[in-house]
């Protein structure tokens, strides 16, 4: 297996990141299943949640998708660029990056074929200043702001947007293309939830009728994320916009576990221990001695810390699993996890000789021994880590640095399924 990571080197860095297309496209499918009827935007915005943006990207294409989403221009120009690489045509490969700015470059997002959000009129004025710039008119989804009050257009503000998207699109600077926007409470079911959910649908509809009344018709409407997918079908509109599931993981795991869902993690991050050792009972364990040893005990070092995306709030909370030469060890992290390492409790070492070594022959784990982190079912997810750390499984994915070698398993084009 061939890891690499953002230097295009994998040998030096110990812990690695296996990623199972195969998953992705599996879970592209369920996600699928679900909203029949509306065209799949994958959402590979931070890296593909830390998956990796092209080949993620390519496998969601190779599974399907219809469309790909990010979040900055920047992961745009970069994803398209590894798209044309690969030699993806641009029409198969329609972009939406959705966060504008004052100092974006459309005129290179119009160069890219890349569809661009817009919010509000000063964005309108500057697409349509790159757009003449280029020469093209510049693809555009209008965002509705539906009570996530991040970014769209409010609906007050919005007859002037549509008006003067309206007079863009008379000139030809502007293919108004979608009409969109998100929502906040599609994964929470209770009865605020839903209502939550059911106002964005109210707000959305008077938004689009507010468009229509400008005599704007976007081709492509769009509202739902992965929680809208999986339970607001009225929410799937033209087009809907997986990211959590599409990489196996629930919105929330205590509506539904990933299993439930029949979604697979596609991600596990593992590291072999570089120590196995015995501490003596009462001794502390890293920064501060937050955990200190019950009785004597045998403890292992894991390669991996907060400087890596693995988060300190977990410390003394997360598990992991170490597969050993006698099977699988379940071990909890003990102590505060370092910027490059953590400690695991591999149980009581009280039988042991006074000096012993990992390689007496008695250790209950070796040097070298894999580390799961998370991956899927049934060794530890990163749901557990999330619990663990009073986050969401989310920030766990995405935190992972760029820097920890991935390698990719599970192509769709490799013959006899084994990674190259
Ligand atoms: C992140 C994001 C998504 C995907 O959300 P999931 O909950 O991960 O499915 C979709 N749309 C927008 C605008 C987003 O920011």
Known sequence: MTFTNEHGQGRDYPSRAVVDLAAIRHNLGVLRAAAPDALQLATVKA?????????????????????????????AFTLR?????????????????????????????????????VSWTW???DICAAARQVGRPARVHVKIDTGMSRAG????????????????????????????????????????????TANHVRIFEEGLAILADAGITPRIRHLAATSGILWHPETHYD????????????????????????????????????????????????YGGTWIAPTRRWIGLVPLGYGDGILRAASNRARV?????????????????????????????????DTPTARSGQAPAAVGDLAVLFGADPSPMADDWARAANTINYEIVTNLGAHIPRAYIGDADATDGTPS
């Not at 092209?54 to 790909?68: C, K, N, R, T």
């Open 321 to 353: 699993t170490v597969h050993t030469a006698s099977g699988p060890l379940d071990a909890p992290q003990i102590g505060r996890v370092c910027m490059d390492q953590f400690m695991i409790d591999l149980g009581p070492a009280d039988g042991e000789a």
């Open 47 to 75: 890296n593909a949640y830390g998956h990796g943006l092209v080949p993620v990207a390519l496998a969601a294409l190779e599974g399907g998708a219809d469309w790909l989403g990010v979040a900055q221009l920047a992961e």
């Open 239 to 286: 087009m809907v916009r997986a990211g959590i599931g599409l990489y196996g993981l629930s919105p929330d795991p205590a509506v539904a576990s990933s299993s439930e869902l029949g979604l697979v993690p596609a991600l596990t991050l593992t590291a072999p221990l570089t120590s196995v050792k015995v501490i003596e009972e009462g001794t502390p364990a890293s």
């Open 153 to 196: 257009s409010t609906l007050a503000d919005l007859p002037a947007l549509a008006s003067a998207l309206r007079m863009a699109a008379d000139e030809g600077l502007v293919d108004v293309v979608g009409a969109w926007s998100h929502m906040s409470r599609a994964d929470d079911p209770t009865e605020a939830g839903n209502a939550s």
């Open 123 to 125: 964005v309108l004025a």
């Open 81 to 117: 660029k590894g798209l044309d690489e690969a030699g993806v045509a641009r029409a198969d490969a329609p972009l939406l990056a959705w966060i504008s700015t004052s100092s974006s470059d459309f005129a290179a997002a119009i160069e890219s074929d890349i569809d661009v959000s």
